[in-house]
């Protein structure tokens, strides 16, 4: 698939809506990097994992995936020779909790989701880790039970603290101090205790300046009396500290030892947590497990565009059976555009293992590539104009297109004069058959309609259309074609509706009404004198053609309906002969017997014929070699 299918099909909206579902990154990673498969088995478990995690859906009133968070960062982490944080273990935790219960709830459902249940036979469990992460972390910390050194070390912090505060206090409700103290409070800097002084009595309190005020009218100063305690908190802080990384490092080994088991867990949650989107996705628009196929046929039941509103009109579709083209005509808005999209989007939806919104008896097939041609692609980049941005995209899918292609084209050859697009619209088609293609196509010209019609393996097609009102009822009918919205676009236009109804009368029949205005209501023109008649234009004659600029000569003369053909500027232009003044006559520019025919010769051409009535031997080599190059070709 290209990035244009993708694009005019909305397949990426499509999956948005799908990820909506997870209930982690992992599903929406792997939800980011889906694409449809091509392989007939593939698609087929796709859909089956699907169906399964629906029915558990639908029997099951809560599967257990919620609280499982994404652990990729903290493995790279353990990759990289990082040693864990305490949270990022109780995440571990937490995750390898999440697969036992999954792999538990699973156990029991061979028979209800057997392909689901396999996957929970490759998981691993870990509840010895699950358990020693959980005894050592306590409220994403390292617990003081953690070790026997660990929980000394925190006890000797403890009384050294409370020592500390003791003095503290006992120094703030000293009545010697109390004039020397800014504010009665014991302040931590930098994990020392200080006590607020009055920068003017700095020297008066004995101890250590530890910081300044930003207005210097305060000093945080360590008072002498609790330096040695600070000094010993200072250092069981950094056994704490030590011995704090050694369990977190004998943890971070435990996990790092297991890293190929887990990851295969993150592969398998990832899928669960996949599925079941997909499956509650299903299940939120009452989808069906479609059958599927790898010969072409598409058989549409009821079948609804997954991003369209749940009222719109569903599709009744079919190709690939009797017919491997189909023509569908009718108005602009009649949702012509909208059948195409729906095609290519339940096509992609099926390939890709989610469910449609549709019917029993729906049908669908797998395709190497899904090519659309749809919407305006004029690129301003490249200057190309619509039609030949729509030529360009064909030219690409021509190349690219095998016997197992679906090709969705919306108003297939427009963009240029009638005539000329309608048999290219018809030699294109034609090539995409004998290709081998599936081709869906919309048109409004009668010609590719007509053309569908008496070909036995194309079918016409028609939006469905309100003669009476004038209004699209944006349903499919396969084997009828439709007319064009001109008329009603010109109701809601307005136009009037006597003319609305002598149109449609005309388009059933060609009675037109011939009836002469009369004289009353026609305003008579004001009698001028007779123009001077045209001269009658000879060959050779130098003549101003109107609109060009520059003098141009006359090369053949004047035909039935008064066109002219004329030599300007070394190439030939057909102009009405109003359109010409005469300036000089060929008999007064060229003398008697003068060759008129060796004016629209070329120098070139006047040169060869005349080197070869002399014999030129080089001139003969050069049409020689002129002759073997055609013959080549």
């Known amino acids: 698939m290209n990035t244009m299918t993708y694009e005019k099909l909305q397949y990426i909206q499509l999956k948005d809506m799908v990820k909506n579902h997870c209930v982690s990154g992992l599903g929406k990673e792997l939800l980011d990097r889906l694409q449809p498969s091509s392989i007939l088995n593939v698609v087929k478990n796709r859909l089956k994992e699907t169906t399964e995690a629906r029915n558990l859906l639908n029997a099951e009133s809560h599967i257990p995936l919620k609280g499982i968070s994404h652990i990729g960062f903290h493995i790279e982490k353990l990759e990289k020779g990082m040693i864990l944080e305490p949270s990022e273990l109780v995440a571990i935790a937490d995750f390898l909790r999440g697969c036992r219960n999954i792999k538990k709830f699973m156990t029991d459902k061979e028979f209800f989701a057997p392909a689901l249940h396999s996957y929970a036979h490759s998981m691993t469990e870990f509840r010895s880790m699950e358990e020693e992460i959980q005894f050592t972390i306590n409220g994403n910390a390292v617990a003081s ?35 020397f103290i800014q504010e009665s409070y014991i302040s931590k800097k930098d994990d020392r205790y200080t006590i607020p002084i009055k920068a003017s009595y700095k020297n008066q309190v004995a101890g250590t300046i530890v910081e300044v005020s930003a207005k210097g009218a305060t000093v945080f100063i360590e008072p002498a009396n609790v330096t040695k305690l600070n000094t010993e908190l200072a250092s069981f802080k950094a056994e704490e500290a030590m011995e704090e990384y050694q369990l977190l490092a004998s943890l971070s080994g435990m996990v790092f030892e297991q890293l190929k088991p887990i990851k295969i867990n993150i592969e398998l949650i990832s899928q669960y947590d996949m599925i079941f989107a997909k499956a509650k996705f299903s299940k939120s628009m009452d989808g069906i497990e479609p059958k599927i196929n790898d010969h072409g046929y598409i058989r549409l039941a009821g079948c609804k565009h997954p991003l369209l509103p749940a009222d719109s009109v569903p599709l009744d579709f079919e190709i690939g059976q009797d017919y491997r083209s189909l023509i569908i005509t009718g108005p602009n808005a009649g949702g012509k555009t909208v059948v195409l999209k729906t095609i290519g989007i339940l096509t992609l939806a099926a390939m890709s ?80 058959y004998q290709k081998g293609c599936i081709t869906v196509a919309t048109t409004h010209y009668g010609e590719i309609k007509r053309y569908s019609e008496i070909h036995s393996d194309f079918m016409n097609a028609a939006m469905q259309f309100n003669s009476e009102t ?13 007319e064009s919205n001109a008329l009603w676009i010109a109701k809601k236009m307005d136009l009037r509706q006597q003319v609305l109804q002598k149109a449609k009368r005309y388009i059933d029949n060609k009675d037109y009404d011939l009836q002469r205005v009369r004289e009353g209501k026609i305003k008579k023109a004001k009698v001028e004198s007779p123009k001077r008649a045209l001269p009658p ?36 232009k057909e102009v009405h002969a109003n359109r010409l003044e005469l300036e000089i006559k060929a008999v007064d520019l060229y003398p008697e ?41």
Request: hydrophobic share 40%.
């Open 145 to 179: 039970e953690a070790s026997k050194d660990l929980k000394r070390i925190r006890n000797q912090i403890s009384k050294t603290e409370g020592k500390i505060e003791e003095r503290l206090n006992k120094f703030l409700k000293s009545g010697a101090n109390k004039e």
């Open 470 to 482: 004038l209004e699209p009822k944006y349903k499919l009918l396969i084997g009828q074609s439709g």
């Open 593 to 633: 017997g003068y060759d008129l025919n060796a004016l629209f010769v070329s120098y070139e051409e006047r040169k060869l014929d005349h080197d070869l009535k002399r014999g030129s031997k080089k001139a003969l080599r050069n049409v020689a070699a002129d002759m073997r190059k055609k013959l080549n070709e």
């Open 537 to 572: 234009f000879t060959v050779g004659d130098k003549v101003k053609v109107s609109g060009l600029d520059g003098s141009a000569i006359v090369y053949k003369e004047k035909d039935s309906y008064n066109h002219v053909v004329v030599l300007f500027e070394e190439e030939f």
């Open 353 to 432: 293992g989610l469910h449609i919104a549709g019917k029993e008896g729906t049908e669908l097939a797998v395709f190497d590539h899904v090519f659309v041609d749809i919407g305006d692609n004029q690129s301003l980049e490249n200057a190309l104009s619509t039609f030949s941005s729509h030529m360009k995209n064909i030219s690409e899918i021509m190349l690219a297109a095998t016997n197992d292609s679906l090709l969705l084209f919306d108003e297939i050859g427009s963009g240029t004069e009638p005539n000329e697009g309608a048999a290219l619209a018809i030699a294109i088609l034609e090539e995409f």
